[in-house]
């Protein structure tokens, strides 16, 4: 199974950047994806953005697609979003999320709205707040 922690939230400007990092240990045989989700008070988890293990297949939600840029470092086991241009609608505390991918060639990972992970961290997330 995998053990996931989030870090790098915080304040930033409207028109800021931010670098979030999804640190992963443990193990699994299985190809898997990492995605990015977000919850604001009150709203249901949102998915932001995807990246396969196997490829480093990505995926966007709309509202964050040229904005924000997954990443990963296989030697570091972590996965990084790149958040530039926010606004303060991207207010919300950060989590990521990982599941396995189907047995097939070149798997691609979908980001999709409350949803439920196979392994995440249980609640722990980073915040990321927004000013105008």
């Known amino acids: 199974q995998l053990r996931l922690v989030e870090s790098g939230g915080g304040l930033v400007q409207s028109g800021g950047s931010l670098r979030l990092s999804c640190a992963i240990s443990?193990?699994?045989?299985?190809?898997?994806?990492i995605t990015w989700f977000r919850q604001a008070p009150g709203k249901g988890r949102e998915g932001i953005s995807c990246?396969?293990?196997?490829?480093?297949?990505?995926a966007y939600a709309d509202s964050v697609k040229g904005r924000f840029t997954i990443s990963r470092d296989s030697a570091k086991n972590t996965v990084y979003l790149q958040m530039n241009s926010l606004k303060p609608e991207d207010t919300a505390a950060y989590y990521c999320?990982?599941?396995?991918?189907?047995?097939?060639?070149?798997?691609?990972?979908?980001?999709?709205?409350?949803?439920?992970?196979?392994?995440?961290?249980w609640g722990q997330g980073t915040q990321v707040t927004v000013s105008s």
């Open positions: 443990g193990f699994t045989r299985d190809a898997y994806a």
């Open positions: 990246i396969t293990s196997s490829d480093g297949n990505t």
């Open positions: 999320g990982a599941d396995i991918l189907p047995p097939v060639l070149h798997p691609d990972c979908v980001v999709s709205d409350d949803h439920d992970y196979l392994w995440h961290s």
